[in-house]
């Protein structure tokens, strides 16, 4: 395979299971000039094991705006260098995003290897709706602020995901359990494709004593995955995002258009919007 000099590959890699590596990802780290890695020990290992011995360098969130500056230079001066992170999809709630930005911004080229990543594989397995889903990474690590997210998340109709540090994994859960109810649809995907690997479907109740009862489930990496809350059957089962929707746009609009303009932006039936915007001015006279 040709490396392209001045190029900026960004390379997935294993959540554990290190067969998970793809061929090209291995073609590329071995030819790049240089590997941009979270964390420069944590990747050597990695590297070892495939037998690569390409130059590495650091790029965390601690330093990622000041290095990108750097990474940018080097890929102008024809260097080609591969950006990987601790495990999974770089950028994937993990450092990336600026340098990528600085990358395009320059007028340089991007090249995407695909691979694992804990939101896809965690979603992949669930059982639960993935046609529409919302990923919501890593919730806020202190209580108050992480059930006042959750709170907002409440009515969310699409499935969502969340990843988890295991330290946290029970209060979370309790919290969810405080913001969406006992019976709201839970999945838990713990060491995903490593030798303890869990997997369970159950309801936010059951998991959250399930995983309270065990200590080992507080353990390693974790991602929850929650069904999202059931359409209301007042207003037409019409979502609050569409009902806002609708009355900004009434407010500028004859009904019969603003019940088409918000059926297109929000994907409601148009029908309902208007039957709903009806009843609503009937109401008011
Ligand atoms: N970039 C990564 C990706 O593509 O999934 C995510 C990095 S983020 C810093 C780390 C989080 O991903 C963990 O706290 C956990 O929620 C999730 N994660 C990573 N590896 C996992 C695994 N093997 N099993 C379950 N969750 C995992």
Redesign the pocket.
């Known amino acids: 395979m040709s490396i392209e000099a001045g190029t900026l590959y960004i390379v997935?890699t294993p959540?554990?299971n290190l067969g998970d590596i793809s061929a090209r990802a291995l073609e590329v780290l071995s030819a790049v000039d240089t590997i941009a890695a979270e964390d420069t020990r944590h990747s050597a290992r990695l590297l070892q094991h495939y037998g690569i011995n390409t130059r590495l360098i650091a790029l965390h969130e601690h330093n990622e705006r000041q290095a990108s500056g750097g990474i940018v230079r080097r890929l102008q001066a024809g260097e080609s260098i591969a950006l990987i992170?601790?495990?999974?999809?770089?950028?994937?709630?993990?450092p990336g995003y600026h340098l990528a930005r600085a990358v395009h911004e320059a007028g340089l080229r991007l090249v995407p290897l695909p691979g694992?990543?804990?939101?896809?594989?965690?979603l992949s397995v669930s059982g639960l709706p993935t046609d529409h889903f919302c990923f919501e990474?890593?919730l806020p690590a202190k209580g108050g602020a992480r059930r006042k997210r959750l709170e907002a998340l409440a009515a969310e109709p699409r499935t969502l995901v969340?990843?988890?540090?295991?330290h946290r994994i029970l209060d979370t859960l309790q919290d969810m359990r405080d913001a969406f109810g006992d019976e709201r649809p839970a999945f838990l995907?713990?060491?995903?494709?490593?030798s303890f690997?869990t997997l369970r479907l159950t309801t936010l109740a059951e998991l959250c004593e399930w995983v309270a009862a065990d200590p080992n489930q507080q353990r390693?990496?974790?991602?929850l995955v929650l069904g999202g809350a059931e359409r209301r059957d007042d207003e037409e089962g019409l979502p609050d995002e569409a009902l806002r929707t609708l009355a900004i746009l009434r407010e500028e609009l004859p009904l019969k258009q603003a019940a088409a303009l918000a059926a297109k932006l929000t994907g409601e039936k148009k029908n309902a919007l208007y039957k709903y915007a009806l009843e609503q001015e009937n109401s008011d006279d």
């Open positions: 997935a959540l554990g992170s601790d495990a999974g999809t770089p950028l994937i709630s993990d694992p990543s804990a939101l896809t594989t965690a990474g890593f969340f990843y988890e540090a295991p995907a713990r060491e995903l494709t490593k690997e390693g990496e974790c991602v």
